[in-house]
């Protein structure tokens, strides 16, 4: 007598426990809910019962429940399935290309479905929902950073040269605000007069947008004679700053060395004072030389320390080599937070990056994300990159399984996104098959339709356990409806041989009480399932008897009447009925069954009327009946004397003559 | 080249169809309609391929489909048919057959007309009736024609309250599709390879006449009459085969073409073009069949339709067509003795549930929640 309230959004509620009863319980529901009782009633309907407890139904995976990220989990799903299926023979250079193409894919979602998240944030009528949306798109938007910068240091594997690029691109991407400043800028009408003139170029040459940044400047020189010279030598260091360019055939020693030369350039430029007379242009001088002190005095323009980290490199130590960069970050990190705040997740997450840590990232990321999506796929695919094969959890399965399984159950604990979590099952080797069944049995299967897509994956599985209780199910839920048809279909296709039985015995209770077939459509053409079950098979022929009777084949109809009784197919019960059946035909002008066959009909029917019981007391009605019974008893042997009769004169007269 | 668009839309679709185009109208189609299933709310919607002013010509945003209007549908949706340009009809699993009107002023749907219990069981457990899903329908102005899993057929008529005319227990297992084949006749197929055909103007309960799969009794999931040859009939099943019945002659299938791995949900013959046919199924393919070409090489294999591990999300274009022949026809016409087909969609997803195909058009719904759609079919 307990209420259900199963809303699936919160993820918290009050829970109320009646301490006078000293009733507290809780226990995981199916698929991923906690289910606790309570006394507190959140609806507080009237009609219910004081002393009722209430179950609250407290889900884990609330994430499974936004309209847009069903998005990403349906088209990540399609990528997901791509992945597990990229040939493993594939090695080397096409190999890594296609891994890198797989994230590239899982981010390209995941920005499709930022943007959407964006839209409806802007479009959200009440604040609540909107800050709602505006948080969501904030918590895509970190996971595409982390996504990606682990894309550069675990998949791509950039080596020191292009790393550095790949960090720059990484960086771009996500501090963007600069796309929107620049069209203000040059929107202007006089863009060098414009209050953001200098912070466009200041974030132009942070990200390294050097040749942008040259542009701008020669705004400014158009404008102003006076700077026209200076702006003229920094654009000219702009241009000149030796750069790796992905076609260039140049080592990275070479590159170095001009690097170097190019620097101390700078560095003299500075020295002489040649853009003291412009603090901006002396201080984008100084960003260039990577200066920490001119670079931290534009926090504000770099807005976070990752920013910090990759301009400080660009600028200091261009071919940084993999291995160094956590050093650099945990300098840049802290000098950019300056003992004023402390790390938030996602910087541990992305130093645990840097540190090349992928178990820290998983494992940070597992907490601070509310849901399974980001880390069972980022993990999958890390694992297809061969990083994780060392890790082995101690409760049996690996980190990728264990992920995958959280994610999958969680999908299918939901109403309609079960189908996507069959295929995660799928390629989980150790334990996704068990989980499959356990988790598959629990699908409602409210229509026929639905019960097919279930059973279709159960056959594509080989789970031939399951297949047998779904069909079952449906055979049991028709038989109710009174679908016999539709009942024996079910048992046939299950191979339930029991239920058959049960089902074909129905048909003939019915034959006997309406003294007709129902369901002649499937009785005719049950073909070689009729060997399902014996009682299955003496429907089939006993309706093929009654065919062949109305097409007035008189021969073949007694020969398998007679031979339903003495196979022994026929239940005892029905050969009352089956010998009432041979009557019109013993009574028939021509001799139909054969002296031999006569015998044995007369011996079936001896053996049924002396294996009768003797009743106590018979009541009225059991009297009427037993007369009657007596009657049907002395016709039959008449007509069975009369007809032996005729056959022994007529099988007599074949062989005298 | 074809270029198939997909738009995710976070609902599973069980039914996809275009709104008729007016008659002697040469515009392409361009509003369709889709149905949800197994979602805790399910709905009706209208989407449009129309411009909306702010595209280029070169395709930009043209092949989007846009949300026009929807509406909730209690129960999941199991067919839906245009009964005109106006007026939808949809089924439910709850039994219920519902007339939607679609207010082009207001982009609203309403409900125009509804028979709440149109299919329904009754059980001896059960003193009152339980509800039964209705699994198909077809209109042919002013009627229209159900039937469902309780094995019965309704006949309606639009400004009817009452059926017309409804045969209890016409199968014994369940009608899963049904169409007309020339009225006053219909046409329907069950769960146990049965095609049967049904004459309105005769009483009782017993089909004119009865067609069969052979041995297995295979389901049989949809069926599409040839729009020029109305003898003509396409059937799938849940082994993914395609039969082709002459339903003037004999009590079997004219021919059997091996096509999908699974359930194949619907057959349509292109309704200007019946060369073509299309197809759908459960493991995930949409199939063109084009009868209509002469294939030099002859070949008898036939392979499954392309693997490609390529995902690419929001406009796909289809280069890997998968081209494969086999020696078959789907007529008796010796001509035709080959069959091209090309498979529509680029990877492998869940089941493609529906598709509809009008004029150059072909739109489709899968349970992976995505709708694809292309109006470039010949080209």
Not at chain 1, 68 to 86: D, M
Not at chain 1, 225 to 249: E, F, H, K, Q, V
Not at chain 1, 352 to 371: G, M, P, R, T, Y
Not at chain 1, 417 to 426: A, H, N
Request: overall charge negative; hydrophobic content about 40%; some cysteine.
């Amino acid at each position: 007598t307990a209420s259900l309230s199963g809303e699936p959004s919160p993820t918290r509620s009050n829970i109320c426990v009646n301490s006078k009863k000293k009733q507290m319980c809780f226990d995981w529901g199916p698929g991923e809910m906690l289910v606790c009782e309570t006394s507190f009633n959140k609806k507080e309907k009237p009609e219910m019962v004081p002393n009722c407890p209430f179950i609250y139904i407290i889900r884990k995976d609330v994430d499974v429940y936004s309209q847009i990220l069903r998005k990403l989990f349906n088209e990540s799903h399609g990528i997901f399935v791509g992945l597990q299926r990229i040939e493993e023979e594939l090695t080397g250079k096409s190999r890594k290309a296609q891994l890198v193409r797989v994230s590239k894919n899982y981010r390209s979602v995941i920005r499709a479905c930022m943007e959407e998240m964006h839209q409806v944030a802007i479009a959200a009528k009440d604040p609540a929902s909107g800050r709602q949306f505006s948080s969501q798109v904030s918590i895509l938007s970190a996971m595409e950073l982390i996504w990606n910068l682990c894309e550069i240091l675990f998949i791509e594997v950039a080596p020191a040269g292009p790393l550095l690029l790949h960090l720059l691109d990484w960086v771009r991407l996500h501090v963007c605000e600069v796309d929107s400043l620049s069209a203000d800028v040059l929107g202007s009408e006089n863009p060098s007069k414009h209050e953001n003139f200098w912070n466009l170029v200041t974030v132009l040459v942070l990200q390294g947008r050097l040749d942008e940044a040259r542009q701008m400047l020669s705004k400014e020189a158009d404008t102003s004679p006076t700077s026209a010279g200076m702006c003229r030598i920094l654009g000219d260091l702009m241009r000149t700053m030796p750069i790796l360019s992905p076609g260039n055939t140049q080592t990275l020693t070479e590159l170095e060395l001009k690097w170097q030369h190019w620097h101390e350039e700078c560095e003299r430029h500075l020295q002489d004072g040649t853009f003291a007379a412009s603090p901006h242009l002396e201080s984008l001088c100084k960003i260039m030389l990577g200066d920490e002190a001119a670079l931290l005095e534009q926090k504000e323009l770099l807005s976070n320390w990752y920013h910090f980290l990759v301009t400080r490199l660009l600028y200091s130590h261009p071919t940084v080599k993999p291995i160094d960069l956590h050093i650099y970050a945990q300098s840049s990190l802290d000098l950019f937070l300056g003992g004023e705040s402390s790390p938030e997740p996602l910087d541990n997450i992305l130093m645990a990056a840097f540190e090349f840590d992928i178990h820290q990232v998983i494992k940070e990321c597992s907490i601070a994300l509310s849901n399974w999506w980001f880390v069972a796929h980022l993990t999958d695919l890390l694992d297809h990159c061969k990083l994780l094969q060392s890790h082995n959890l101690y409760f049996g399965s690996n980190m990728r399984e264990f992920l995958l399984l959280e994610y999958a159950s969680g999908l299918f604990a939901h109403h309609s996104l079960w189908q996507l979590g069959v295929d995660y099952f799928d390629y989980c080797p150790k334990l996704g098959r068990v989980s499959l069944e356990l988790h598959i049995e629990r699908i409602p299967l409210n229509t026929e339709q639905k019960a097919l897509k279930v059973l279709r994956i159960c056959e594509q599985r080989q789970m031939t356990e399951q297949v047998r209780s779904i069909c079952k199910i449906l055979a049991m839920k028709a038989v109710r409806n009174n679908r016999l048809g539709s009942a024996l279909s079910w048992s046939i296709r299950a191979k339930d041989a029991a239920f058959a039985t049960l089902v074909s015995d129905r048909f003939l209770r019915d034959y006997c009480e309406r003294g007709c077939f129902s369901d002649l459509d499937l009785i005719d053409n049950l073909g070689p399932a009729m060997m399902l079950s014996d009682r299955l098979t003496f429907l089939g022929k006993y309706r093929e008897f009654h065919r062949l009777y109305g097409e007035k084949r008189f021969v073949d109809a007694a020969s398998l009447l007679l031979s339903l009784m003495t196979s022994q197919i026929a239940p005892r019960s029905f050969w009352m009925t089956l010998l009432t059946d041979a009557l019109p035909l013993l009574e028939q002008k021509q001799v139909i069954f054969s002296a031999e066959q006569t015998y044995e009909l007369m011996r079936c029917l001896e053996d049924l009327t002396s294996g009768r019981p003797e009743h106590g007391e018979p009541d009225a009605q059991q009297l009427q009946d037993d007369d009657i019974e007596t009657t049907k008893v002395e016709m039959l042997r008449l007509a069975l004397a009369r007809n032996l009769a005729g056959a022994i004169i007529r099988e007599g007269s074949l062989e005298g003559s | 080249m074809e270029e198939i668009y997909a738009k995710f839309v976070s609902q599973k679709i069980s039914k996809t169809r275009w709104r008729p185009v007016p008659p002697g109208s040469l515009q392409t189609a361009e509003t369709f309609v889709t149905g949800s299933w197994d979602n805790e709310e399910n709905y009706v919607s209208l989407w449009s391929m129309g411009d909306f002013g702010n595209l280029d010509s070169d395709g930009g945003f043209e092949g989007d489909p846009q949300l026009l209007c929807d509406i909730r549908h209690h129960g999941d949706v199991m067919d839906l048919q245009f009964f005109d340009q106006e007026r939808i009809v949809a089924a439910s699993s709850t039994g219920c057959v519902t007339i939607f009107l679609h207010h082009p002023n207001n982009q609203t749907l309403s409900v125009n007309q509804q028979w709440t219990t149109a299919h329904y069981h009754t059980g001896p457990g059960s003193p009152s009736y339980s509800s039964a899903p209705c699994t198909g329908i077809v209109c042919n102005n002013p009627e229209i024609v159900t039937v469902g899993e309780d094995g019965r057929i309704n006949l309606f008529r639009a400004d009817h309250k009452e059926a017309v005319r409804t045969i209890d227990n016409a199968d014994s297992s369940t009608l899963h599709a049904v169409t007309f084949l020339r009225t006053p006749e219909i046409l329907t197929v069950n769960s146990i390879g049965q095609l049967k055909i049904w004459d309105f103007r005769q009483q009782g309960n017993e089909p004119s006449q009865i067609l069969s799969l052979t041995g297995d009794r295979v389901p049989l999931h949809c069926v599409d009459r040839h729009p020029n040859q109305q003898h003509v009939v396409a059937t799938g099943g849940q082994d993914g085969m395609l039969s082709i019945w002459d339903v003037r002659q004999g009590t079997m299938p004219v021919s059997l073409l091996k096509a999908h791995e699974a359930e194949m949900w619907e057959v349509h013959f292109h309704p200007s073009n019946p060369d073509h046919l299309f197809t759908c199924s459960e493991d995930g393919s949409l199939w063109h069949w084009d009868a209509s070409t002469d294939v030099p090489e002859k070949s008898s294999l036939f392979h499954q339709g392309g693997r490609t591990s390529t995902f690419l999300s929001h406009s796909i274009s289809n280069q890997a067509n998968v081209h494969q022949s086999l020696i078959s026809s789907w007529l008796t016409d010796p001509a035709k003795d080959r069959i091209e087909i090309t498979s529509l969609l680029p990877n492998r997803t869940l089941s493609v549930n529906s598709l509809d195909v009008l004029g150059p058009c072909l739109v489709c719904g899968t349970d992976a929640e995505a709708i694809y759609v292309t109006r470039q079919l010949f080209s």
